[in-house]
């Protein structure tokens, strides 16, 4: 008996080995490879399985690791879970939940963002921890599940980036009626330090205006 097995999932053709597939007990591919369940092969012999094949490359790179490794920016967590729950392989299904708990979707005036939970939190009275917490529960999302927030999605990314780094970056061409929008943006999601900090960005560019005159 070989210990290469060859898998015909969704069109897409994998190659592992037969250790690699066993190893989760109780799995689904313990079954049909031990004659649990009943199985079809294609004309090369590779085993048919008629579940999403790009999908499934995270699967087998979990099965031969075991461990959950996603590139950036993967934003179908919900599929996986489903076909790790197809698959029966819990493990695997507990940890992508996990991570949909972690990750937050947001839609701010069309533009999405993806963030942690734990980021928005570092605003604890701020708007965007409010809808991470029970207060959220009943807040819009769009079609994909991303929080729905009517506010101009441009400018979130700034309000966004000083959650993450704690620091306000602005583009040095900005004026005062740029300034202003993002004080306002930063008025509605309730982070005060925004406002604080380009107030002092202000008075330096005011001071050093004066010191040249």
């Known amino acids: 008996m070989s210990n290469y097995i060859g898998l015909n999932v969704g069109g897409k053709i994998y190659r592992t080995s037969r250790t690699t597939l066993t190893s989760t007990p109780g799995s689904f591919f313990n079954l049909i490879l031990n004659g649990g369940i009943p199985s079809a092969q294609d004309e090369q012999g590779n085993y048919l399985i008629d579940r999403d094949g790009d999908i499934f490359r995270h699967?087998?790179?979990y099965l031969r690791s075991n461990i959950l490794v996603l590139p950036d920016g993967f934003n179908e967590l919900q599929l996986l879970a489903c076909e790790a729950d197809f698959f029966q392989l819990d493990t695997l299904k507990e940890e992508v939940l996990r991570v949909v708990h972690q990750i937050i979707g947001l839609n701010v005036g069309g533009k999405i963002y993806q963030t942690t939970r734990e980021t928005l939190l570092r605003a604890p009275q701020g708007y965007l921890a409010a809808i991470v917490s029970e207060k959220g529960l009943n807040m819009a999302r769009d079609k994909d599940g991303n929080f729905f927030i009517d506010r101009d999605g441009k400018l979130f990314r700034y309000i966004l980036n000083f959650l993450r780094e704690g620091a306000l970056i602005l583009p040095t061409t900005w004026n005062e009626f740029n300034f202003n929008l993002l004080?306002?943006?930063?008025?509605?999601f309730r982070i005060p330090e925004i406002g604080e900090h380009v107030k002092s960005m202000n008075n330096f560019d005011e001071?050093?205006?004066?010191?040249v005159c």
């Open 59 to 61: 699967i087998l790179n």
């Open 183 to 188: 004080m306002n943006e930063a008025t509605f």
């Open 207 to 211: 001071n050093r205006k004066a010191a």
